[in-house]
C-alpha cells in the first residue's frame, strides 16, 4: 500500500503534523468568521516570530497566567524587547506587586497569553481563578495575541469544559498548590470545591469579537501548557 509509514518517528510524528495541519484549516477558517485573527504555526519557534511582529515597540504588554507563554520560551524573548513588560513572573516579586501589575495589565497596550480551549467552530473557552485574564480578553487592552497549542483544540464547548475541568484544572492546582478535589484524584468534584482554593470562578466564552483583529490567535502545532 502506497504512503504507509514504517519508520518509527514518522510512525509518530508523521500523522499528528498532518492532523494539526488540518484541524488547525478548520478552525482559523471558523475564527475569522468571528472577527478574530488567526494563523497557524508548526513550531514555538515559528509562532514566537509571529507574536513578537504583532507587539509594537514600546507597548505595555501585559501576561495573562499561561504555561504555555513560558512553555513555549515567548516569555524570555519578551523580555527582551523594546516593551514595557508587565513581568508577573520576574525573579523576588511580592504577592503586593503581583496583585498591582494585574490590575495594570487591564488597561495595557497587548495582553498576551493562552486560551483554556478554542472549539472547532472558533469559540474561545476560558475558566478563571481571579478573572483578570478574561477580563482582559473581553475590554481594556487594545490587542490580544493567545498562543494556543493545538493539544487545546476540541469538538465543542463541552467538550472545551470538560477538558477545563478535568485536565487543565488538575494540573494548575498542583503548579500552584491548590488543595481541591481535583488536585487530590485528577477528576472534577464541583460540589465538593470551594473558594479560596478553587480556581475555576469565572467561564467566559468568546463567540465573536466586535472590534476586528482585535483578538489574533496563534496555533502552534505542539502541545503546550495545560
Not at 523580555?79 to 501589575?101: A, C, F, H, P, S
Amino acid at each position: 500500500m502506497a504512503n504507509v509509514l514504517t519508520d518509527a518517528q514518522e510512525i509518530v510524528t508523521k500523522p499528528r503534523e498532518v492532523i494539526y495541519r488540518r484541524k488547525a484549516g478548520c478552525v482559523i477558517e471558523n475564527l475569522k468568521k468571528r472577527n478574530i485573527s488567526a494563523l497557524y504555526c508548526q513550531t514555538s519557534k515559528d509562532a514566537i516570530e509571529q507574536v513578537c511582529k504583532l507587539v509594537p515597540a514600546k507597548a505595555t504588554v501585559a501576561l495573562g497566567g499561561s504555561v504555555s507563554v513560558i512553555q513555549s520560551g515567548l516569555l524570555d524573548v519578551l523580555r527582551t524587547m523594546n516593551i514595557k513588560l508587565l513581568d508577573r513572573y520576574r525573579e523576588g516579586i511580592t504577592n503586593d506587586e503581583i496583585e498591582e501589575i494585574l490590575r495594570q495589565g487591564v488597561s495595557a497596550d497587548v495582553l498576551v497569553t493562552s486560551s483554556s480551549a478554542v472549539t472547532a467552530d472558533g469559540k474561545l473557552v476560558n475558566e478563571d481563578g481571579r478573572g483578570n485574564r478574561v477580563a482582559g480578553m473581553i475590554f481594556g487592552p487594545k490587542k490580544v495575541i493567545l498562543m494556543i497549542g493545538m493539544n487545546k483544540v476540541v469538538p465543542t464547548v463541552d467538550d472545551a469544559l470538560t477538558r477545563i475541568k478535568n485536565v487543565a484544572a488538575p494540573l494548575n492546582c498542583i503548579r500552584l498548590g491548590a488543595d481541591t478535589p481535583c488536585a487530590r484524584t485528577g477528576f472534577c468534584d464541583d460540589a465538593n470545591c470551594h473558594a479560596p482554593q478553587r480556581i475555576c470562578s469565572q467561564i467566559v466564552i468568546i463567540e465573536s469579537n466586535r472590534v476586528k483583529d482585535r483578538i489574533t490567535v496563534v496555533l502552534v502545532g505542539e502541545e503546550l501548557g495545560y
